[in-house]
T-cell receptor, first 114, second 111 residues
Framework: NAGVTQTPKFQVLKTGQSMTLQCAQD?????MSWYRQDPGMGLRLIHYSVGAGITDQGEVPNGYNVSRSTTEDFPLRLLSAAPSQTSVYFC?????????????FGPGTRLTVL | GQNIDQPTEMTATEGAIVQINCTYQTSGFNGLFWYQQHAGEAPTFLSYNVLDGLEEKGRFSSFLSRSKGYSYLLLKELQMKDSASYLCAAATGAGSYQLTFGKGTKLSVIP
C-alpha cells in the first residue's frame, strides 16, 4: 500500500493564480481531511469528507474548495491564491472513530504564494 | 470554541524521562490523540485515549483525565531520535477525521 499520497511536494504560485492540490489514498478509508500547518499555529482543519459525494467545512475553509467524486481522491482547490495561503498542506485519511481509525497523513505539499 | 494548550518547547537529556502536558477545552470530545512530527515530515500516530487512565506503548505512555480536560505524554529512556514536535489533538467532531490540534511541543533531546 502506498498509503496517502500528495502531489505536488512543492509549489510556488503568484497571487491570483489557481491550482489543485492532489490527494489520494489506497486504504479504502471513508473519511478524508485537509489541514494546513503554519509556524506557531499548529494544524488547522480546512475541509473534510465523510464519504464519496459528501464534504463539509472545517475551521478555516475560506478560499478553498473540495470535492469527493471517488473514495480514493480528495483534491483541494485554491481558487485565487493569496499570500496568506502560504503554508504546508497535509491530507489525511481514516476509517472512522477510535484508535484503530487514527488519521494517516500524507507527506505534505509546501505552497508559497508570492 | 476550541482551545488546546501545550508547552512550546522542552529540552531533556538522553536516557531521561520527559512529560509533555496538554490541556483542552472543547465543545465536543471523542478522544485525545498524540502525534509525533519530525521536522519537514508528516505527523505520525503515537497514542489515543478516550477513557480516563494510562495507556502504555513501549517507551511511550499517555494519560487522560476527562473531568480535568488534561492529558500528558510520557517518554521514557529518551533517545536522540525522539527530538521532534509532539502534537496533542482532540477529536472534537463525530470521529477522528475532525481533529483540533494544539500548537505542538518541540522536544530537543541533548546528550
Amino acid at each position: 500500500n502506498a498509503g496517502v499520497t500528495q502531489t505536488p511536494k512543492f509549489q510556488v504560485l503568484k497571487t491570483g493564480q489557481s491550482m489543485t492540490l492532489q490527494c489520494a489514498q489506497d486504504m479504502n478509508h471513508e473519511y478524508m481531511s485537509w489541514y494546513r500547518q503554519d509556524p506557531g499555529m499548529g494544524l488547522r482543519l480546512i475541509h473534510y469528507s465523510v464519504g464519496a459525494g459528501i464534504t463539509d467545512q472545517g475551521e478555516v475553509p475560506n478560499g478553498y474548495n473540495v470535492s469527493r467524486s471517488t473514495t480514493e481522491d480528495f483534491p483541494l482547490r485554491l481558487l485565487s491564491a493569496a499570500p496568506s495561503q502560504t503554508s504546508v498542506y497535509f491530507c489525511a485519511s481514516t476509517q472512522g472513530v477510535g484508535e484503530a481509525d487514527t488519521q494517516y497523513f500524507g507527506p505534505g505539499t509546501r505552497l508559497t504564494v508570492l | 470554541g476550541q482551545n488546546i494548550d501545550q508547552p512550546t518547547e522542552m529540552t531533556a537529556t538522553e536516557g531521561a524521562i520527559v512529560q509533555i502536558n496538554c490541556t483542552y477545552q472543547t465543545s465536543g470530545f471523542n478522544g485525545l490523540f498524540w502525534y509525533q512530527q519530525h521536522a519537514g515530515e508528516a505527523p505520525t500516530f503515537l497514542s489515543y485515549n478516550v477513557l480516563d487512565g494510562l495507556e502504555e506503548k513501549g517507551r511511550f505512555s499517555s494519560f487522560l483525565s476527562r473531568s480535568k480536560g488534561y492529558s500528558y505524554l510520557l517518554l521514557k529512556e529518551l533517545q536522540m531520535k525522539d527530538s521532534a514536535s509532539y502534537l496533542c489533538a482532540a477529536a472534537t467532531g463525530a470521529g477522528s477525521y475532525q481533529l483540533t490540534f494544539g500548537k505542538g511541543t518541540k522536544l530537543s533531546v541533548i546528550p
